[in-house]
């Protein structure tokens, strides 16, 4: 059995090594280099391939697999929007991904985000570093005092609300599919727009979908609350940049934590010479802004999260290849 991984970076190569240690079993080589149309056809002699990126998995990519054979492709993250799914089934490649690697390490960032926000820490920071030790006029909020939308209650979203509520704020959520328990406790509003009515803080975990491309843009912007705060900590396609900037220049939102992008690839986990090489006016526009924090995709980023990520699709891979299916299979 052997087993082609992609774009394995150097805090992935430990755990991989570790995984390989532990499954003497199979043969794994694997590569730096991201699965694309010119290094797919490394996968030759492979039963399946492990990879993890942003770029589309095109149907060259995978028309290319499977004329060698490769019929099990395993994702190191959760997004499967950027696969053609076309050319997977033509192929009959079986697809899985990671659907949780660790929801408290995003759900944990997303809140700390958010504190940051409240407690106006970038201003400060900015201030000091200029000599300016006064507090005002940069009076705090208190997360206790907030009403918290949290959009779609998947494993992240009810791992935030956990936090939230740990620090006594009133939580509301949206989701067409209800958890049973946090129906129980009578959270849920019957809209996004109820959501967005009554949140001061908009926490967004909703995957990438045709349906919620934009989710977040002029028209649901307006119906928010003044000085609302936005989280994205999930994709950067839910929300409508140029909006968003619209928004926070004529201070209907107060200030937004921004761990993804619309524009992202290409961009994120890359570094330029300088801030102003970054080739993206609207992120730069954004990253000047004392009430807009902006990273670069990190909140999954843990020692715990990309353990993860490796052992579940190295260990989802296995199971592909020996048995022609996986708990973790996508239904393309």
Not at 40 to 63: E, N, R, S
């Amino acid at each position: 059995m052997k087993i082609m991984a992609y774009g394995i970076r150097d805090d992935e190569k430990p755990f991989l090594d570790q995984w390989i240690s532990e499954n003497t079993n199979v043969t794994v080589e694997s590569t730096a280099e991201l699965l694309d149309e010119n290094t797919a056809k490394q996968a030759a002699g492979a039963d399946g391939v492990v990879a993890y990126q942003q770029m589309p998995y095109t149907a060259k990519v995978l028309d290319t697999l499977g004329e060698l054979g490769v019929k099990n492709l395993s994702l190191r993250n959760v997004g499967v929007d950027n696969i053609d799914v076309a050319a997977a089934k033509r192929n009959d490649i079986k697809v899985t991904n990671v659907p949780a690697y660790s929801p408290e390490a995003i759900a944990e960032f997303t809140v700390t985000q958010l504190l940051r926000l409240l407690r106006n820490t970038n201003t400060f920071d900015r201030k000091q570093a200029q000599g300016d030790l006064r507090w005002a006029p940069d009076i705090a909020d208190e997360l206790n005092q907030k009403t918290v939308g949290v959009y779609a209650t998947g494993r992240i979203g009810r791992a935030a609300i956990k936090i939230y509520q740990g620090f006594g704020a009133k939580v509301i959520a949206y989701d067409i599919y209800r958890n049973p328990e946090l129906d129980k406790q009578g959270i849920y509003v019957d809209t996004p727009q109820e959501l967005f009515n009554q949140s001061d803080v908009i926490s967004l975990h909703a995957p990438a979908t045709k349906e919620n491309f934009h989710m977040i843009n002029e028209n649901s912007i307006n119906q928010m609350k003044d000085d609302v705060i936005i989280l994205n900590p999930a994709r950067g396609d839910l929300i409508d940049t140029d909006a968003l900037i619209k928004a926070l220049d004529n201070g209907k939102v107060r200030g937004a934590a921004l761990d993804v992008y619309e524009n992202e690839v290409g961009v994120f986990n890359n570094e330029f010479d300088n801030f102003e090489a970054i080739p993206d006016e609207r992120l730069k526009n954004l990253m000047r802004r004392d009430n807009v924090l902006v990273s670069p995709h990190i909140a999954f980023y843990t020692k715990k999260a990309v353990r993860n990520m490796v052992y579940f699709a190295m260990n989802a891979n296995k199971d592909l290849i020996e048995s022609g299916t996986s708990d973790k299979l996508v239904e393309l």
